[in-house]
């Protein structure tokens, strides 16, 4: 081995993590506007991330926060067809407001 190379075998302690083989893919809405919903319970992988969409659909903003008075205070907007990575334990951290009534998000999560 020449100085500056690297090897995987060199890589002591690290579990790789391996490709999943399935994923849940469904929709969160809000069902009155201003009033925050929480995200379904949703285990997220070690290692891997759900992606969080505003429906394509919707007319208008929707937003997210770690609590209800987050989501509700409109501090992270997605507009309709944004997407963000979502890298926490469950998606049920997570809670979702929007501009109007029955609007809201796509999730996908692998398992």
């Known amino acids: 081995m020449a100085e500056g190379d690297f090897y995987i075998s060199q890589l002591k302690g690290i579990?790789?993590?391996?490709?999943?083989s399935a994923f849940i893919v469904d929709v969160k809405s809000v069902t009155t506007a201003g009033t925050a919903v929480r995200?379904?319970?949703?285990?997220?992988p070690d290692g891997f991330f759900a992606i969080i969409m505003a429906?394509?659909?919707?007319?208008?903003?929707?937003?997210?926060g770690?609590?209800?008075a987050i989501a509700e205070a409109h501090l992270f907007?997605?507009?309709?067809?944004?997407?963000?990575?979502?890298p926490y334990?469950?998606?049920n951290l997570a809670?979702?407001?929007?501009?109007?009534?029955?609007?809201g998000i796509s999730f996908w999560v692998p398992q």
């Open 95 to 103: 809670w979702i407001d929007a501009d109007n009534d029955g609007e």
């Open 66 to 68: 770690q609590t209800k």
């Open 39 to 44: 995200l379904p319970d949703v285990k997220i």
């Open 15 to 20: 579990t790789p993590i391996t490709n999943r």
């Open 89 to 91: 334990t469950n998606l």
């Open 55 to 64: 429906r394509p659909d919707n007319n208008d903003s929707v937003y997210i």
């Open 77 to 86: 907007e997605l507009q309709p067809g944004d997407s963000v990575p979502y």
